[in-house]
């Protein structure tokens, strides 16, 4: 009986050990922006040169502060897009929406197109609170003049976009929130 017992639990462990992990679920900042579009059009002709993210957001897993400095992944939730290609490319749609269809460029630049400024961005901070109920993003920015006439002008942003809750689907919402409101301090220095 007791070997019996014994063989039941060794098979029961080894099933469980053959079960797969669920699969993870996959969340996606959506290329709508979460609010109206109010535009206002520039006459400003922009070349978004670069944007860079922090190396802590190369990673797939959706991160939440902890302690003093630790960082959980929320297990099974992932970015289906990777952040390095989500952020910019919603950035350089936000500002078209924002500013005109031809107002904002990309490298390669068509031929004979006149620019008159060149922006890049550096995403510092990009991550949910520790509790869960917003997003905190900070970015430096630097807009240049393309004839040299005027200085460049760097800023350093800070915006908190607050979640419709704390489970991960609101803190990604809340994620792109803060990239539109970026996209609008933005979109506010080039008219």
Do not use: F
């Not at 959980?72 to 749609?93: F, K, M, N």
């Not at 936000?94 to 620019?115: E, F, N, S």
Request: proline share 9%; hydrophobic share 45%; with cysteine.
């Amino acid at each position: 009986m007791k070997n019996i017992l014994l063989l039941t639990a060794t098979a029961a462990l080894l099933v469980a050990c053959g079960t797969p992990p669920p699969a993870p679920r996959l969340y996606q900042l959506r290329a709508a922006p979460p609010e109206p579009v109010v535009a206002q059009p520039s006459t400003q002709t922009v070349q978004l040169q670069a944007v860079s993210l922090p190396e802590l957001l190369e990673r797939d897993a959706l991160l939440i502060p902890q302690g003093q400095a630790g960082l959980d992944a929320l297990s099974g939730h992932r970015w289906a897009e990777p952040l390095r290609d989500a952020v910019p490319r919603l950035l350089r749609q936000d500002l078209t929406a924002l500013i005109g269809k031809a107002r904002v460029w990309a490298a390669p630049l068509p031929a004979g197109l006149a620019l008159t400024r060149r922006l890049r961005v550096e995403i510092q901070v990009l991550q949910a609170r520790p509790d869960r109920r917003g997003v905190d993003l900070e970015a430096r920015w630097t807009l240049s003049d393309t004839t040299g006439q005027l200085p460049p002008r760097v800023e350093l942003t800070r915006i908190e976009a607050t979640a419709a809750g704390t489970e991960p689907d609101a803190l990604v919402a809340a994620h792109r929130l803060a990239l539109w409101q970026l996209a609008q301090q933005l979109a506010g220095a080039l008219r």
